[in-house]
Each structure stands twice: as structure tokens, then as C-alpha cells.
């Protein structure tokens, strides 16, 4: 069976459409809830709205867009969905503020600088309204990445943020004062999302690796552990565990079934099946495949499978193949006997790889 794909393309007035989370609602309807960027900057500080899509079909048709979450900042992006053990809806994302005043009066000493936190807001009513949006990590100005579609709540109850920061060095520019190196740090909830706090133990990269440990996520495995994957600049993903809820953690190591350039993974278990299921840009010359620059080195696209929890992958399978778009950032939903993706797309001459998102319905 073909699998049914939705693009969502860019256009005039909306240079980019990116970074999005899927929910089942109680009527059956699926939601998708991603950034779509108003003015005229695809960049990530572009200005920016959080929209909403349904679908009655499991994913083969969509509605027009509603607004969500208006831009309360420079900037509102990276959105996870979660359906709740308590049975609301948990929405989390990144607000980015430049030179925000606020930010200014409470820390004088940090002017001109750049804040990219998590915020998180619930729903009681199936997504037509939402909390105030809450600050995760009541911090002074820092500089962390939140993924799309990394919200995880464990059996035990507890939810896990992952996010990678990248330390503040105190130059002037944007890009500057912004440390390239990062480490990933989890903030867990153990009551429902109404309060948090940091773990126990961070993850640290080693000191060579020039890119640390970035755009990190989380599964929870069937022994009760938790596994850690991150994005790094050597060739492949890194992981780690842990084996009390994420409060503290294993050295991160590398993960050779998962060989790629700075793009992330993703990884999510089928509930019918118990199988995990991964999608991420797979480098390993099997493929054939060389990517142009416009590509940005994220292409292929491979989705693959495991029935030991991670020890090992098979099924391969190839969702992307053309040279000069990129995949990237990427949500998952099991419904049913299909698997919904969404995921970047853009490239080639006409655009560049974030500008573009696909909904992509595989028939499992």
C-alpha cells in the first residue's frame, strides 16, 4: 500500500512551516500542532506562531490551520504533545527572546543577550484551550534547545523535558554569547506537570567533541530503564541510560546503529506491538545516496525497527532519498495500523531544508 503524504509548503507571507507534534483526540480525530513562521524570516528567531491541523481520516486528509499559541516572544517553536496518564493534553515548546527588556531589568549584568527556554501549557477540553504557558526552568538568560516531540511520561508517572544547553560566554552579537558546545540536562515533573525540577545528573560530552551533546530525547525501555540519544558531529548518535528515572545517568557512549551528520533521531515504541520504531538520517554508504549541499548531509531518510528493546535494528526502509532536500526533525504517532511522520523536507534550488514540512501516513 502507498503511503498517503500531506505537504505543508511554504509561501508568501509564511517563509516557513516546521517542528511539529501529533495527539489522538478522544473523538478520534488526529491533531498536528507545528511553528508556522508570519512575516518574512525563515530563520529560527523569525517571528512565528504556533498553529494547529485535525484530520478524520487517520492522516490522509487535513484542515486548515488554527492559531494555538500566538508569539509571546521573539519567538515560539519545537512543539511536543502528550497525552497525560490523568487524561489532559501536555503541550510543550521553546520561547527564544533577543535582548528581551524584561530580561534585562530582572539580570542587569546579561544585556544584549539571548534566552531560549521551555515553556509548557495543558489542556483539559481536547486542545481548543490551553493554560497560561508555564516557564519550565525559572533560570536566569541560558540558551536551551527543546526538540519537537520529546515529551515522554514514564509508567511511574513521571514526565521528562530533555534539553541540551549551551552556556552563555558573555560576548555582544546573537551568535557569540551563545557556547557551541552542549550538555544535556532533564527536568522532570512528578506531579502532573505543575511543578519541576532538575535532575540529579546532567549528561557531559567528552572534552574532543566539538559539538557536545545536542537536540537530545528519551524513551523508556521495558526493563524500566531510560535510554538517552543525542545528536553530535562525529559521525553518528551518542546514548545513555538510566535506571532510576532519569534522575541520574550513564556515561554517554556511541550508538553505531545509528550512523549520521548533525541531524537528530528519533525514536518511538509502537503500543500494539511493543516494538521501538526509528527514524533518522542514515549516512551509511549502503544507500548509494550522496547528498549536494543544499541537502545539508540530512538525506536519507530511514525508518527501521527493533524487537529487543534496542539491541538491535532490521527492517530498514527508506522514506527520503533525493540528494538535495534535507529530513529532519521529525514527529511520531502510531494510530492504529499506521504510523504518522512529520518532518522537514525542504531544499534543492528553490528553498532551504527547514522551510518545508511533510506528513507522511505509513500503512504498518
Request: proline letters at 5%.
Amino acid at each position: 500500500m502507498e503511503d498517503v503524504v500531506t505537504n505543508l509548503f511554504h509561501g508568501e507571507g509564511n517563509p516557513r512551516n516546521s517542528e511539529g507534534a501529533f495527539v489522538k483526540l478522544k473523538d478520534g480525530r488526529l491533531m498536528f500542532v507545528y511553528t508556522r513562521y508570519n512575516r518574512n524570516s525563515y530563520d529560527d528567531g523569525g517571528e512565528a506562531e504556533i498553529v494547529a491541523i485535525t484530520s478524520a481520516d487517520g492522516g490522509r486528509s487535513w484542515s486548515d490551520w488554527r492559531l494555538v499559541i500566538p508569539n509571546r516572544a521573539q519567538n515560539v517553536m519545537s512543539v511536543s504533545l502528550l497525552r497525560l496518564q490523568d487524561g489532559r493534553i501536555a503541550m510543550a515548546y521553546a520561547e527564544k527572546r533577543y535582548k528581551d527588556r524584561q530580561l534585562v531589568e530582572k539580570w542587569p549584568n546579561d544585556k544584549g543577550i539571548l534566552d531560549c527556554r521551555p515553556f509548557i501549557c495543558f489542556s483539559s477540553d481536547e486542545g481548543e484551550t490551553w493554560t497560561t504557558p508555564q516557564d519550565v526552568t525559572q533560570y536566569p538568560p541560558v540558551y536551551m534547545v527543546l526538540n519537537n516531540d520529546r515529551l515522554v511520561q514514564l509508567s511511574s508517572g513521571r514526565i521528562i523535558i530533555p534539553v541540551a544547553i549551551h552556556h552563555l560566554t558573555g560576548g555582544g552579537g546573537l551568535i557569540e554569547n551563545v557556547h557551541n558546545r552542549a550538555e544535556t540536562y532533564f527536568f522532570l515533573s512528578d506531579d502532573g506537570g505543575a511543578t519541576w525540577r532538575e535532575a540529579r545528573q546532567c549528561c557531559y560530552p567528552p572534552q574532543w567533541m566539538d559539538s557536545g551533546l545536542r537536540e537530545p530525547g528519551v524513551i523508556e525501555l521495558a526493563d524500566g530503564r531510560v535510554m538517552a540519544w543525542f545528536r553530535t558531529n562525529v559521525g553518528r548518535q551518542w546514548k545513555a541510560f538510566s535506571s532510576d528515572g532519569g534522575e541520574t545517568w550513564t556515561a554517554a557512549v556511541p550508538a553505531d546503529e545509528f550512523p549520521s551528520q548533525e541531524s537528530p533521531l528519533s525514536v518511538k515504541r509502537n503500543p500494539k506491538t511493543g516494538e521501538l520504531f526509528a527514524v533518522w538520517c542514515d549516512i551509511d554508504p549502503r544507500w548509494g545516496i550522496q547528498p549536494t549541499p543544499e541537502s545539508w548531509q540530512r538525506t536519507p531518510l530511514v525508518l527501521a525497527r527493533s524487537t529487543d528493546d534496542g539491541q538491535s535494528w532490521h527492517s530498514h526502509r527508506l522514506l527520503e532519498t533525493a540528494p538535495d532536500h534535507g529530513f529532519c526533525y521529525i514527529a511520531m504517532l502510531f494510530d492504529d495500523d499506521a504510523l504518522l511522520l512529520a518532518y522537514c523536507c525542504g531544499g534543492g534550488k528553490d528553498g532551504i531544508v527547514l522551510q518545508d514540512t511533510r506528513i507522511r501516513r505509513i500503512q504498518l
